[in-house]
């Protein structure tokens, strides 16, 4: 069989996820699985399958050395890198329950996880993580080992910490099979709750094998595609659309070395597939916005003008629209303008696929536009995550996609989506009462997602939870008006309150750039704090809303702003790892600032 033909491996064949590993080593030994950058000699370098396998022999036979057993829970708490793969199939091959952690989660948090799945042995990266965790070192005390990759300064009474150079033995004894059966336990996920503590979703060798297979319907993936992984791992939809799925076909997935260095090495290693989240998107976006506005007016015409010959060319190829002359613009359009931008993403990209939160139409229509074959797909964690996705022959940017095979959906009352089927998590870790609140008695697990389904494509209209309700009873959905507001390039962060409340009110972290410039507009000095709450800004920023609103009814009208230059992080309990707002707690924080915008109502 020749390298451009290899087969794709089944959930059937695979068995488990460990066993999914061992039969892509077997089938192709010698591809190119990882690539990763060496910080030691500033170079990438490659890593094929059977050195994959030679090193995960080698923490199989560490693993064999601590007092552990098959359901043992084990935690990983690492950057996207090679380690982080040879450890969990490591883990797997052996019985193990993967727990993932986010790098940038608050030490509380990590503790609480820890403790509550029960873990034996975290894998952490370097002395950043270390000094985190030693924040709740009292808290610690269920793990038997604590391995970091890089070395750490360890405080006398602490005998668990272990390098993993000292910890490895030099060769491993071949492949550990003791990896169980399809609906064992496989990993334990918790969830980035925006209140509350987080949950642990239970998935299982099969949900997420079963999800591989059903997401080949839109992820159409080669063995010879070369992926840029930089979403975290420890992230659903990463770990299965970057990680699994690319193991199915025998791809390659080369790992970025930071978010800040993103635009590097997309130069650099030339992917064909990316894997993001809508925040990404929205910040390349704002910075075209933002270049824009610096060109001369016939720049940004001649822009627009070729996003609107590549939306048509897209809507003639999906069938939806006819042919039009403006198409035979389209070479010079891809010349000047489309393939400049298309360069900078590489010059190769095949795919790129959006999920974890809706996509604005208007992004995905710049983008579309500029010849980037953008699909869009939905799901949770408790889905493995894949719900449903856009084919690229059948792709309607405003909807989240078609359901992929062996999932089924319907819609239920208040138009909340329903699914089923074997990619369903199995509940949550040491919650029956929120695992019987989200699956029903038939299995459908309640998504909280408001829906309508049309030409099986699903279209997001809103959340159940997620729905200010004025004191006169009209009802604003917060979601939707904060992706239209951070559309704006001026605005990095957004959140809308006024529940029960006469009207809504916003508070708005503004991008430092950005401000400096619009202050310079409205001759306020930017470095003052002062100009941040003056009423000239105010009236300003509200007229710019207004704007950006103008297509929700009246009543979703801002009257109230507060500005600040201040982040939202997850160290400061802003945002979860996932990026979402922890809206309880910046209300807290803000709590001064939400009642003067509604003195006197």
């Not at 380690?83 to 952690?101: K, N, R, S, T, Y």
């Not at 820890?114 to 993580?129: I, P, Y």
């Not at 770990?239 to 699994?244: E, L, N, Q, S």
């Not at 992917?271 to 060109?295: C, D, F, H, M, W």
Request: glycine residues 8%.
């Amino acid at each position: 069989m020749s390298e451009n033909n290899v087969d794709i491996i089944s959930a059937e064949i695979a068995g488990t996820l460990a066993g999914l590993f061992r039969e892509r080593v077997r089938r192709t030994p010698d591809l190119v699985a990882y690539r990763q950058y060496d910080e030691s000699d500033g170079q990438w370098k490659d890593y094929t399958w059977q050195q994959m396998a030679d090193e995960v022999a080698r923490w199989q036979a560490a693993f064999a050395s601590e007092d552990l057993q098959p359901g043992d829970r084990v935690a990983i708490l690492l950057r996207n890198c090679r380690e982080w793969v040879q450890f969990e199939q490591a883990a797997l091959g052996c019985g193990l329950v993967v727990v993932p952690l986010y790098t940038d989660d608050r030490a509380e948090n990590m503790a609480y996880i820890l403790n509550d799945a029960g873990a034996k042995v975290v894998f952490l990266q370097d002395s950043e993580h270390w000094e985190r965790l030693l924040e709740v070192h009292d808290q610690l005390g269920g793990l038997l080992r604590i391995l970091t990759l890089e070395p750490v300064t360890v405080p006398d009474n602490e005998s668990r910490v272990r390098t993993v150079a000292d910890w490895l033995p030099d060769t491993g004894d071949g492949f550990r099979e003791d990896d169980g059966e399809m609906d064992d336990l496989a990993t334990i996920v918790y969830t980035s709750g925006t209140t509350g503590r987080p949950k642990g979703v239970m998935l299982s060798h099969r949900n997420i094998l079963m999800n591989t297979d059903s997401a080949m319907d839109v992820v159409m993936m080669r063995h010879d595609d070369v992926l840029l992984s930089f979403l975290p791992l420890s992230h659903t939809f990463e770990r299965t659309v970057g990680y699994y799925i690319p193991m199915k076909n025998g791809s390659t997935i080369a790992y970025a070395r930071s978010i800040p260095q993103l635009g590097e090495d997309l130069l650099t290693i030339k992917p064909t597939i990316l894997i993001s989240v809508p925040r990404i998107y929205e910040r390349v976006y704002n910075k075209i916005q933002a270049g824009l506005a610096e060109k001369s007016p016939l720049a940004a015409k001649l822009f627009y003008l070729a996003v609107d010959v590549g939306w048509q060319r897209f809507e003639h190829r999906q069938g939806r629209a006819g042919w039009s002359p403006s198409f035979l613009l389209w070479p010079l359009l891809d010349k000047l303008v489309a393939g400049k931008i298309m360069a900078k993403l590489g010059g190769r990209m095949r795919v790129a696929a959006s999920g974890g939160a809706p996509l604005p139409p208007d992004i995905a229509r710049v983008f579309i536009g500029l010849g980037l074959n953008l699909v869009q797909g939905y799901g949770l964690t408790e889905t493995s995550p894949i719900i449903s996705g856009n084919p690229p022959d059948n792709n309607d940017p405003v909807s989240v996609g078609i359901p992929v095979s062996h999932v089924e959906v319907k819609i239920g009352e208040n138009d909340e989506l329903l699914t089923r089927g074997p990619c369903v998590m199995l509940g949550y870790w040491n919650n029956e009462q929120a695992t019987r609140e989200i699956i029903d008695s038939d299995g459908w697990l309640h998504t909280g997602d408001k829906v309508r389904i049309e030409n099986n494509h699903i279209y997001i209209t809103g959340r159940l939870k997620e729905i200010i309700v004025l004191a006169n009873g009209e009802k604003a959905p917060p979601a939707d008006m904060e992706m239209a507001i951070a559309m704006d390039p001026l605005f990095e962060q957004v959140m809308i309150t006024g529940d029960n409340r006469p009207y809504l009110t916003a508070i708005l972290v503004l991008e430092p750039d950005q401000w400096k410039t619009f202050a310079a507009t409205l001759n306020l000095p930017p470095d003052d704090p002062a100009s941040l709450q003056s009423d000239t800004l105010i009236q300003a920023i509200r007229k710019r809303l207004d704007g950006l609103l103008a297509e929700f009814p009246g009543y979703c009208q801002i009257y109230g702003v507060t500005c600040t230059l201040d982040p939202w992080t997850v160290d400061n309990g802003m945002i979860t790892p996932t990026l979402k707002l922890k809206r309880r707690s910046i209300m807290a924080v803000f709590g001064d600032s939400i009642e003067k915008m509604y003195e006197g109502h």
